[in-house]
């Protein structure tokens, strides 16, 4: 198994090139199900998780074909409506094929995805949606069987909690529904706009884009389209605090600095020098008269829905605070399981304490952060150990890297071109 090899200690220094958003691509790829079509989604990012969910909508019965960074998708005749545990164990977000289903066949067979390293993470706000639509749902055998009655009928939905592929499932069950359909406390992510503007250009009737209440007026048709992904805010967000944990300046090229409004104030508080433009990020830490970089100040952070603090990010950041002046509260709201990173951040000598859902870290001087394995557990929790590591003195090996592929498009290739001593071997 490939390992990632960090020799830290080196600023970045350079520029960037942002990728396409996974957690956007993926709900557009399962929306080319809902009409037949060939359908081209631009900036799609090459990742595992994008190709299972490529692979996922050829075992329907699609054709695909990549052409750089485009995806041209042919849903025409969709043979099947089942998607295979062995998929959906790889990549829980195959359950937003259930919506796009519903709608195209009037039925859906999708394992039912199990906890996963950072939660338990049920589906019972999206089955309830659909419910609420007219489908009757029940669990056989391990897997979610999903089938409309008589029809598709508009309802109100409402979420406990914001949830985005829920919002994004209901929207796909509810684009073709009877009448109008009312989602309230929608997830309000940049993700979830994404969707609402590529079926939107189908022909669909929704109201209420980035808002917490979208409205669907159902309509009889929707046809295929060509629609481009947003640049991807987490993966922005990951460099512009690797920056912060080794110095230098880095310019995040293609992004959309609009998405990330709570990291830019967090990490200007913490004295970073952030300077936006419409498409781009330039992210440097301040250096003395001497030349030498300045310490940074630790900051509270609590994860939120959009527009707050991603939870997405949560593990980066305070891969960051490890090394930071004073002491910074991290609170962790959205799973219940998502300190998997501290463990392997204290082997570097990180200070942190666990109490339930907040981390206590105690800053401690950068030049007592020691290079050391460390294994990485889920996908976030890996980029947090690559910005650890990054900031080490020594070399550092990261095991289990398969994660980071899932969702970050050429990782290494990118740091190492802004200075950054990284490389992958063969385990
Ligand atoms: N929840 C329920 N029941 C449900 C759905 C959600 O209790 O039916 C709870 C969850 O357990 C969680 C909260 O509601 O406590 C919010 O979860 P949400 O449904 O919003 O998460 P998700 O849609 O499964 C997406 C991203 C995640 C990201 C979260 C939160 C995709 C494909 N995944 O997951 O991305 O962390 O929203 O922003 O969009 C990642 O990229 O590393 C990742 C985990």
Redesign the pocket.
């Known amino acids: 198994m490939d390992k990632i090899q960090i020799n830290g200690g080196r600023p970045l220094q350079g520029s960037i090139k942002v990728s396409g958003a996974?957690?956007a691509a993926?709900?557009l790829l399962a929306a080319t199900i809902l009409a037949p079509g060939t359908y081209t989604l631009h900036n799609v990012p090459d990742l595992r998780d994008t190709r299972t969910m490529l692979m996922l909508l050829q075992t329907l019965g699609a054709s695909w074909e990549r052409s750089g960074s485009s995806v041209q998708i042919n849903t025409a005749d969709l043979t099947g409506a089942e998607a295979p545990y062995d998929l959906v164990k790889t990549m829980?977000?195959s359950v937003?094929v259930l919506g796009p289903l519903l709608t195209r066949a009037g039925c859906a067979r999708v394992s039912l995805p199990g906890g996963c390293a950072?939660?338990?993470?049920?589906?019972?706000?999206?089955?309830r949606g659909f419910e609420q639509l007219g489908a009757v749902t029940r669990l056989e055998s391990g897997y979610v069987e999903a089938r409309v009655q008589d029809e598709l009928t508009g309802n109100t939905v409402y979420f406990?909690?914001?949830?985005?592929?829920?919002t994004e499932n209901v929207l796909m069950a509810s684009v073709k529904a009877t009448g109008v359909t009312t989602i309230r406390n929608a997830?309000k992510?940049p993700?979830v706009s994404n969707l609402v503007d590529m079926l939107t250009a189908m022909g669909a009737k929704i109201e209420g884009r980035n808002t917490d209440c979208l409205t669907v007026t159902g309509v009889t048709s929707l046809q295929a389209t060509e629609a481009t992904i947003i640049p991807d805010r987490?993966e922005a967000g990951t460099y512009a605090i690797a920056v912060g944990a080794t110095g230098g300046e880095l310019e995040i090229t293609q992004c959309d600095p609009s998405h990330l409004p709570v990291l830019i104030e967090k990490l200007r508080a913490a004295g970073m020098e952030i300077a936006t433009g419409k498409k781009s990020i330039i992210a440097s830490c301040p250096v003395n008269s001497r030349g030498e970089r300045c310490s940074l100040q630790a900051v509270n952070i609590t994860t939120m829905?959009?527009p707050g603090f991603?939870?997405?990010l949560q593990a980066q950041f305070m891969a960051l605070m490890i090394q930071c002046n004073g002491t910074s509260i991290i609170h962790e709201t959205?799973?219940?399981n998502r300190f998997m990173h501290v463990a392997e951040l204290q082997r570097l000598g990180a200070k942190i304490n666990i109490d339930g859902a907040t981390a206590i870290v105690n800053g401690i001087a950068r030049n007592n952060l020691f290079a050391a394995p460390m294994m990485a557990t889920?996908?976030?929790a890996s980029a947090s150990l690559v910005v650890a590591g990054l900031a080490a003195s020594g070399t550092t090996e990261i095991t289990r890297i398969y994660h980071l592929e899932r969702?970050y498009e050429n990782m290494v290739e990118k740091l190492s071109q802004v200075g950054a001593k990284i490389k992958q071997v063969a385990g």
């Not at 950072?118 to 089955?127: E, K, S, V």
């Open positions: 996974k957690n993926l709900p829980r977000a937003l950072i939660g338990a993470r049920p589906i019972n706000f999206h089955l406990d909690i914001p949830s985005v592929t829920g997830a992510e993700e987490i829905p959009y991603p939870t997405d959205i799973f219940e889920d996908l976030r969702g």
